[in-house]
């Protein structure tokens, strides 16, 4: 009995250890539970009063809390220093094949280039038809912008190189044009591809003097449609570069011969001019030294000459030696009195006549009127062939009336492609 009380006695208070004992170990890991969510480097003060932990836990407590480290710091080293880093991502161009930016378009002619040609020699030149319409208004800037692209192919800008084969022959100042034993002729050659069997009516647009002023023959060639028609002077210096890119951007090109005309010698030519007052040896002479300037074109057209074109006597000898070489004959008609397109005609020479010059007033206003004419001629007679020289606002209007041609029907064409509509040699 006494042992069973004994028993009983001790029972409380082993009880009452235990649940000491159980609160207590509550405390502290409630306590460890808020140091680690609240991340407090030192332990909290009621650690210090409890009396009844042990030094372990009180040193456990008072450690600073170290969060812990993201999945990438645990890459090791060594690990680190293996995986070589991501190379960094090209350009954008290189992933989609992005083409390059387009050139720098041509130099625009400054306003001060001088006037390739006397205004004298372009007076006998037929006026515009009475009552004839303006040309089409320039395209907006967005249609501009849409037809920025020329619609040609590149087959139809290429041209024959130049020098062809069998199509030269050595002379005293270089290469001069001839016809090829098969029979083939630089005129043909030479020419811009053009598709006759094309019904609709036709426009062939010369622009002459080229070469002289270098900003304005690049603006010639970059601006204008490769069916316009180029005319170099043989007293240019870089005609060797040139005529190579005129026929690279498919354009057709003639050699402009300085002839005299009736205001000589006050208006001169130059020192190559073929002259009424020399023989004809002398002007022949004179004449194979223009046409070894360059090779590549399909004909030649005078430069001034309204009195060297009126004579038969002068001009005949010119035109049959012209014809011996295969060569067509552009006549710029700069005097009306010019005999030259009906000798041609005589001689079965493939030749054509300017029937208007576009910018003998080189004012916006006359030049728009002057290609509403043309135009207007087109649609009458089935053709219309005019000229003009590189001023700043000859190509400037060209360029853009020539976009609206095929709207109205009209097509463009080389002068090679107007030979058949000239034979009357009128």
Known sequence: MDEAREKEGKFPKLSALAATATALALLFLGLIGWAWFAGTP?????????????????????????PPKPVEALVTPSTEAAQPAAPPAAPLAAETNAPPPPAPAPAAVPASTPPPAPALEQTATPPAAPGASPPTAAP????????????????????????APDLTEPGRSGLLPRIAPDGRQPW??????????????RIAIVIGNLGISSAATEAAIGQLPGAVTLAFSPYATRLDQYVPLARGAGHEVLLGVPMEPVSY???????????????????????????????GYVGVTNYMGSRFTASERDVRPILEELHRRGLLFFDSRSAGSSVAGRIAAQIGMPTASNERFIDSEPSRAAITQALGAVEEEAKQKGAAIAMGFP?????????????????????????????????KGN
């Open 42 to 66: 030192e332990a909290p003060p009621v650690a210090e009063g409890t009396g009844g932990g042990s030094s372990e836990v009180v040193v456990l407590l008072a450690a600073p809390f170290v």
């Open 140 to 163: 907006s800037t967005a249609a501009e912008e849409s037809n920025s692209k020329s619609p040609e192919s590149p087959e139809e800008l290429a041209l024959v190189p130049a020098p």
């Open 188 to 201: 043909q050659v030479y020419a811009r591809p053009f598709d006759r069997r094309d019904e609709r009516p």
């Open 265 to 295: 010698p006050a208006n001169d030519p130059g020192p190559q001019a073929l002259l009424t007052s020399l023989t004809p040896a002398e002007n022949l002479q004179r004449l194979s030294w223009q046409l070894s300037r360059f090779t």
């Open 391 to 423: 001023y700043n606002v000859t190509i400037e209007l060209v360029a853009a009336w020539t976009k609206t041609l095929p709207d109205a029907g009209i097509v463009l064409a080389p002068i090679s492609a107007m030979v058949r509509d000239d034979k």
